[in-house]
């Protein structure tokens, strides 16, 4: 008799609202990155400053969102996304990666103009549109077990212990694209 392999699960870290975290546990400096409503594109270009900003596109193609991001995004199991992986860089010194996750069935109508971002800051649609809605943004702190760290620090030199992450849900047009946020060793915190 032959065993059936059980698929692997990957762990996720525990995501949650802001009001559910443990506010001890955030580094203070991050706080103000983590807690932040308006563009994140924006308050990283103000914190470098004279720096040169700019961000730069390490993937975007077809793919299967993690069950935590599929779960946020209300989307069926086996629901092939786009999924677009950057980072914000000042100085060339990587502060933020990004993965944003749009679902196909998002890609209609003006949506699409969002796969042809290439490297401009996402941010500058999402908070230039006055049809887009903000949902639910929940926090997590990435661990070197979880997918999203490895990701995260795929082009770092050094790898952290943790990293602080936020997540939201953004419909444009109705339709939902969840963007993930996670904040790398390189950006700047004021304790």
């Known amino acids: 008799m032959t065993q059936r392999s059980t698929p692997s699960v990957v762990p996720e870290p525990e995501w949650g609202e802001w009001r ?3 506010i001890h546990d955030i580094p203070t400096g991050i706080q103000t990155w983590l807690r932040d409503q308006g563009s994140l594109t924006r308050k990283v270009i103000q914190a470098c400053g004279e720096g040169c900003f700019r961000v730069r596109l390490l993937h975007q193609g ?19 996304t786009l999924v677009r992986e950057v980072e914000l860089l000042c100085d060339e010194q990587p502060w933020v990666f990004a993965r944003t996750l ?4 998002s890609l209609q109508r003006s949506v699409r103009r969002l796969t042809q971002l290439g490297e401009k800051p996402l941010g500058a649609v999402l908070f230039s ?3 887009v809605r903000r949902g639910v943004t929940q926090m997590a702190r990435l661990q070197p077990k979880h997918q999203l760290f490895d990701a995260a620090c ?9 990293l602080w992450a936020r997540r939201t849900l953004f419909y444009l047009a109705d339709r939902p694209l969840l963007v993930n946020e996670i904040f790398l060793p390189g950006i700047p915190v004021k304790e």
């Open 20 to 22: 559910r975290q443990r």
């Open 62 to 80: 077809w793919g299967a969102p993690l069950n935590s991001e599929r779960r946020v995004m209300r989307t069926r199991r086996g629901v092939i």
């Open 102 to 105: 749009i679902p196909a069935t």
């Open 129 to 131: 549109d006055p049809k």
């Open 154 to 162: 795929a082009h770092i030199k050094a790898r952290p212990d943790s």
